[in-house]
């Protein structure tokens, strides 16, 4: 049904309420980097307006380091549409401060806790081989 596929890897070892953090804050980064993806606004039964979804499905994965790893560096090598989440982010409190810490981290060898990515269906199948879907 899509050319594309959306996939959201979440390091597993993180307390729940950091999966779920981090979870929403790449799927809003991926929401704008994708306008075009968006569906229409919905409305329920009375007329009342609520905001738009992304029209395809985001698939959640557990992931350990390897597999963020890899997500990342295909991700890269392919041009894929990435956003990206690290562990020194959970230590600041706003977006002027999680974009320091973000700039500060090693090129190839960022510290990520997360990472969502988007693109053709095989790329990000490859990106995230090994992952398992979150439970």
């Known amino acids: 049904m899509f050319d594309t596929k959306v996939a959201i890897l979440v390091q597993d070892d993180l307390a729940t309420w950091q999966k779920l953090n981090v979870t929403a804050f790449l799927a809003t980064g991926i929401s704008s980097a994708v306008p075009e993806a968006m569906g229409e606004p919905y409305e329920d039964a009375s007329g009342r307006q609520f905001a738009r979804l992304l029209e395809q499905p985001m698939l959640i994965f557990a992931a350990g380091a390897n597999e963020l790893r890899r997500a990342h560096r295909i991700s890269g090598e392919n041009g894929l549409i990435t956003a990206a989440y690290v562990r020194a982010m959970f230590g600041t409190g706003h977006d002027a ?39």
Do not use: M, Q
């Open 97 to 135: 401060a999680n974009r320091e810490v973000f700039k500060a981290e090693p090129v190839d060898a960022p510290d990520l806790v997360g990472i969502a990515i988007c693109g053709p269906k095989k790329i990000v199948d490859k990106a995230t081989k090994g992952a398992k879907l979150h439970p």
